[in-house]
């Protein structure tokens, strides 16, 4: 009997910040990280799925943010007053069809 400990992810799709992630950055506007933070966060209490404390979910949000970059669904634009993010069309793929699950606007 073998177990198996960690590595793998048996979930299907993206996971809960990345969905809100790619919720907030489809609508057509760029926004700050800070800002964007604040909503996934206010978006996340609200569902009662943000764990393991503000800061860890800050870095793991910047995280997906820059694989979101990496793989080309979102535009980092670099100006004089800092760095914005943008959604393009291909991150419609990860946002969910689900009724009900708008984004929680602040």
Known sequence: ???????????????????????????????????????????LRARKCASGGEEMLRLRAYEKLQGLVSMGMVRKTITKAGKKYEGLASLASLVPCVPGEAAVAL
Do not use: W
Request: glycine content about 6%; cysteine-free.
């Open 1 to 43: 009997m073998t177990n198996s400990f960690g590595g793998s992810n048996s979930r299907n799709g993206p996971d809960l910040v990345t969905r809100e992630l790619a919720v907030v950055l489809s609508e057509p506007r760029s926004f700050e990280f800070k800002p964007l933070f604040e909503i996934i966060h206010a978006n």
